[in-house]
């Protein structure tokens, strides 16, 4: 069942509960009693009152109670069942609703993630859609439960009096349009109030991530300051907010009061001149007038709070559309590696190309060939486009022209994890996932083997500063890998990119933070297992010099186009190289 391709309107949120069939059976049986129950209750009173009115035996009372006890008892089990289905109905919608959206999220282009923030995406996925599921499942109780009350309540009314009924519906419609208008103020300052909340956390969202850049600028006293001003626009309009809820509050009670006092004065008049209507019949009366009041209420808030829930999930809704997405492969059992048979090439054919959100081209045009078995070189100035090149051969990003192809065929063409199964890279970024090592290491292949991650962790010289730390290979990361020094997460990230294995890999700066000795020993590395033996390896570096033994090709790249592609020594006369060295 797809939650996501619908409108996202109130009819279509109370739609989401449909696939739940047994579920919303048990709880629609279990709010037909629970109701019927509580409708009774006048009934009940009703029944008790009229034993005062002439002498009556203990037992007779006692068998009216007995049967209202059984009638309660029943009413008390449909309740329990009621809450029980509701908060199950509410539970079983959030994991849903999270579960596809979180697939939706997986599947799209990366370009979205620019756009859009991704604690705000986060946020959608925990909170707003359990919030969403809450409302909607809660609400739609509310709103049958509110339904029952207020037709059988004034049901009731209309039966007993239809004079005694216009009396008490007149000040409850007054009492409507009270609640309305303060209600609909009130749901403008509750939003003012969370558009301040939703700012206020993520501004201490962002400096919590960024906490060391904080203190490095011993902005503590400017971050207080700043915060707490903040919470002073968020306290001023908490005080708004209650002004008004105070109002509404005190007048509903002050209103439902007096509504309840003359109906129950005219009914005492009633009574009074015999005109048919017990003592008895006038309690039920005043109480079903609570009950239809309420039922009003209910009927009224679930409305609204249904409406505020479409709100918010008409923009998941919207997030959640199978647009800009990509093919990816959500079987976890598949295979992420793949050795391909021949040593791979890679051709860029008139490949032009700009990120979505901005406007200049990063390439206009470029061709190249990285033949089978060659080790290259990317070098240029910061911000030439070299890191670009990798978005586009691991299909992160769609040329805006041109063609890409991996062994003759085009990368375009074909499911975005294609490409993505015969490459290992290391980028720029060293970010690892909270958690141990091993579980960061093992990522690029979850059923590799101890030794073969052993095996990766010695190549990528990571092996010996693993085996000192307290846990070993089970030493938590730390968030993103805070615990670890830049060079050590820089080598768990190159042990990663060995374990995968597949024969294209691509270096982005891997070794930036490594010292001299052990940016000598990956080189070591590259030659030894990389060259001559079927992979095509291309290394980004910024150390020029670095590249001159271990590579075949040096690729020079400047404000996005190639504009040269040769060997290290054909290259050194070149006056664009030179300035890089
Ligand atoms: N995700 C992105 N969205 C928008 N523009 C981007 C993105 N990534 C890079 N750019 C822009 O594209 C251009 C090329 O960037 P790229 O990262 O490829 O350069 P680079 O040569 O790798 O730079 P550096 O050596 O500094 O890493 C730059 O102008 C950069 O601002």
Known sequence: MNFFNRKG?????????????????????ALLVSSGSALCFP????????????????????KVVAKWTAIFTIGSLGTYYRRLTIDQLANKLSMNLRHQYYKVLLQKRISIFAEQNSGNLSHQLGHDIYQISQTVVFEFSSILRGASFFTGGLGYLLYTSVPLTL?????????????????????????????ISRFAQGYTRERISQIKTVKLFNAEGFEMKKYKELLDKLYGQAVNVAGYSAIHHGLMEGLGQNALLWCIGYGAYLVSIDSGLSIGKLTAFAMYSMYS????????SGYTEMKKASGIYRIINQNAQLSDVETVSFDSEKVTSVFTKGTPYIQFRNVSFKYPIRDHLVFDNISFDIKAGEIIGIIGQSGSGKSSIFNLITHLYKPTSGDILINGENILEKPAWWPRQMISIVSQETLLFTGSIIDNIRYSDPQASEEAIMEACKKADAYDFIMEMPEKFNTPVGEQGYALSGGQKQRILIARALLKKPNIFLFDEATSALDANTEGYFQDVIEKEFKGKGYTVIIISHRVKSLKNICDRIMLIDEGKVIALDTFENLETHPEFKLLL
């Open 9 to 29: 309107d109130l009819h279509s949120i109370i739609k989401l509960l449909l696939p739940e069939k047994l579920l919303l059976g048990k709880f629609s049986l």
């Open 43 to 62: 009934l009940a009173m009703k029944d008790i009152y009229g034993l005062c009115e002439e002498k009556t035996e203990v037992s007779k009372i006692f």
């Open 167 to 195: 009396v008490t519906i007149l000040p409850i419609s007054s009492l409507a349009l009270v609640s309305k208008h303060y209600g609909t103020i009130l749901k403008k300052e509750r939003e003012k109030m969370s558009e």
């Open 293 to 300: 009041g309420l039922g009003f209420r209910l009927l009224s």
